[in-house]
């Protein structure tokens, strides 16, 4: 079988920065997968991408498909023929159904009797017979998530398509793909090229867009380009770039031949907040910005131009002209919001909705003030601070700058505070309030940010839970998933002694009349159902999670020892034998009216007869006196492992002894011991759970 290399691109207006490369890896992903689909064996591909191309070259394409033997099997031989010998109407309608008589077909052995089946070799298709398809369909299965139309096309893409490679070999593939003739001809930089570029093989295609077009194709030399030209051009004002890799990646998006450039601004401006700074040039300009040794900022920024210009200078003076009104504008808003205090726009919270049931933003501090001074007690805090923090936690809302930097809320909460003389903890927890942002960002730093932090989702949860309003399905307005998640980090990594329920309790008594009796119960199996999230991507097993929610600790630091402790004794060579064991006690003790996993009935010594229900009651005796202690310290992992050491005399006892007998008394006796046995294990968890 011969192969050739293969070639598609698809040419486009600009496409959108922040989707290309999910779009690029999703097109070579759904072409390969159709290619494997249809039985095409190749060697390697490469993908590329540039703001006007998605491109993907394959080696080695094989150029049909390998024939393949097909068997259908038909009706049994004794339900083909009546007594007779004569075909039946099942087998006449199977041939038939197959253009064949009923003479062609073949007999086949098999456990349940002789069978009757069609065999033929079917012939594979040339390649290029099905790539226009296989093209089709990656494209329409692209994450898109509004397509449009151009001109009088009924195709939609994410762009109007101007131009379509396909290729096999130096040849173009016949036909068209989304209403556009395939062809092998590609097009250049929209500046610094003219004209069509004739590619005469797939091989060769990069280095024509790069050689002859001003295209840098390949996506990742691209932005590793781009990051070698930014960090060496900060070198040059003695500084190092700042670069922020979803910022490289939008930049990479954005030109097909990248040229850094070094632009300067008023050191006067210096005097904003860095943040203010960066974000000015990070969302809105796609600078990146430069700092010294010591990571202060410098007046300088750099530039991705997507030209190479005769006169760089006029491409910076360009930008510099750009960027100086929005610094401008950041220091204006800064100046203007130090003549007001945090606390005097307050104020102004009272006229904005949190929600329609749940009042205004005002309201809400008032709420998260309570809540974080109650929690900060908790947690050796300092009340006051925590109080104070909350309540001027919104101000920075109504300032100048979060109106037009809307990241910027709490950060600027944190410089303000500091302009108005509050305490370094308590501007610091403003600005932590938000923490963490998304998973595996940064956790407050402080005890009162830990507070606030805590108290703000609490309240959130709380309220909208309250009113009926919980998440659901893809819908969260409120990032209440977040806000959990939040809670639980802060709690288990802060290593913070908090029961949810407490925070539950205590934030429900900040609010006025809830709709929800269920409240605690419910946002307590959110939170579990969040736990579940949380440990499964950590590789526990779905088994040691159940058992543990099973036992419902409230305690998020409490649940996470439970977790690790459990997830510990699963893996040790003695878990399987003694989870059944419990599984097989449960089953006994539900049967049992009388009897329930909180009843602390006492072992009678005299009526154990048998010597593997007296070595158990032994064992039980001595290891219980040695684990309540560790169990009351939350030492899980230690008392799990001293439990253990039961897995002999528990499996003797089950060898060995009658539970059910027909004398009450030691029937009792026995499934008291039980009781006592399944009792200790459920001080972790119940372990029954981890057998399959």
Not at 9 to 36: C, H, M, R, V, Y
Not at 155 to 165: K, L, N, T
Not at 321 to 333: E, Q
């Amino acid at each position: 079988m011969q192969t050739q290399d293969f070639l598609v691109e698809i040419g486009t207006e600009e496409l959108p920065p922040k989707a290309l490369k999910n779009l690029s890896d999703a097109f070579s992903q759904q072409i390969l997968q159709g290619l494997k689909d249809a039985g095409l064996s190749h060697g390697p591909s490469q993908s590329f991408a540039s703001p006007r191309r998605l491109a993907l070259r394959v080696e080695q394409l094989s150029d049909r498909q390998a024939d393949k033997t097909v068997e259908k099997r038909g009706p049994a031989k004794k339900a083909a023929y009546d007594d007779n010998g004569e075909p039946t109407r099942a087998l006449t309608g199977f041939a038939s159904s197959l253009g064949i008589k009923p003479e062609d077909l073949d007999e086949v052995e098999t456990p349940k009797g002789t069978w009757l089946v069609y065999r033929t070799t079917e012939t594979g298709k040339q390649t290029v017979e099905l790539l226009n398809a296989i093209v089709e369909s990656a494209l329409a299965k692209l994450p898109i998530p509004k397509r449009m139309r151009w001109g009088a096309q009924k195709e939609e893409f994410v762009r109007p398509v101007q131009w379509i490679v396909m290729m096999m070999g130096s040849d173009a593939i016949p036909g068209s793909v989304l209403g556009i003739h395939n062809g092998t001809s590609t097009r250049g930089h929209r500046f610094m090229s003219t004209g069509a570029l004739h590619v005469d093989s797939p091989s060769n295609y990069e280095n024509i867009l790069k050689d002859q077009g001003k295209v840098l194709a390949d996506y990742q030399a691209r932005k590793e380009l781009i990051r070698e030209g930014v960090t060496a051009i900060a070198e040059q004002v003695n500084g190092q770039a700042v670069i922020d890799e979803a910022l490289l990646d939008e930049v990479a998006s954005l030109n097909e031949w990248p040229v850094p450039l070094l632009g300067n601004f008023e050191e006067r401006f210096l005097d904003v907040p860095a943040e203010a700074l960066v974000s000015s040039m990070k969302e809105h300009q796609k600078y990146f910005h430069v700092v010294n040794k010591d990571g202060k900022m410098l007046p300088h920024f750099i530039t991705v131009a997507n030209i190479e210009s005769k006169d760089p200078g006029q491409v910076i003076s360009g930008n510099e002209r750009v960027i100086r009104p929005r610094l401008s504008d950041a220091a204006f808003f800064f100046e203007t919001d130090k003549k007001t205090t945090l606390e005097s726009k307050r104020e102004a919270l009272k006229s904005i909705v949190f929600q329609s049931k749940l009042g205004t933003i005002y309201d809400k501090t008032v709420r998260v003030a309570e809540l974080s001074e109650r929690i900060s007690s908790r947690i050796s805090g300092q009340p006051a601070m925590a109080r104070r923090a909350a309540e001027l936690a919104k101000s920075d809302l109504v300032s100048e700058m979060v109106l037009e930097f809307t990241d910027l809320q709490g950060l600027m909460g944190y410089h303000y505070a500091l302009h108005d003389g509050e305490e370094q903890e308590v501007a610091r927890a403003i600005n932590e309030q938000y923490m963490p942002t998304h998973a595996g960002a940064e956790l407050p730093g402080t005890v009162t940010g830990c507070a606030l932090a805590i108290a703000e989702k609490v309240d959130s949860l709380v309220g909208l839970f309250g009113i009926n309003q919980p998440p659901t399905g893809t819908k969260d307005p409120f990032a209440l998933r977040r806000a959990a998640l939040g809670v639980l980090r802060i709690i288990i990594e802060k290593e913070l002694d908090l029961d949810l329920l407490d925070l539950f309790s205590w934030s429900r008594q900040c609010h006025c009349e809830l709709e929800n009796d269920n409240l605690e119960t419910e946002l307590l199996e959110y939170m579990l159902e969040r736990f579940r999230a949380w440990y499964q991507d950590e590789g526990i097993p779905a088994e040691v999670i159940h058992a543990v929610s099973a036992r419902k600790p409230s305690k998020p630091l409490d649940f996470d020892r439970r977790i690790k402790a459990v997830h510990n004794f699963y893996q040790r060579p003695e878990a399987s034998a003694l989870s059944a064991a419990n599984k097989r006690v449960s089953n006994i003790l539900a049967k049992q009216a009388s009897f329930n996993d909180d009843n602390d009935l006492e072992i009678d010594s005299s009526l154990l007869t048998e010597a593997a229900e007296q070595e158990l009651a032994k064992r039980l005796s001595s290891l219980e006196s040695e684990v309540e202690p560790l169990f009351e310290a939350g030492r899980y992992q230690e008392a799990l492992a001293a439990l253990a050491q039961l897995q002999q005399p528990v499996d003797t006892f089950f060898d060995d002894v009658m539970v059910m007998v027909e004398d009450e008394a030691i029937r009792n006796n026995r499934i008291i011991l039980l009781g006592k046995l399944r009792r200790l294990f459920l001080k972790a968890a119940d372990i029954s759970l981890l057998s399959t």
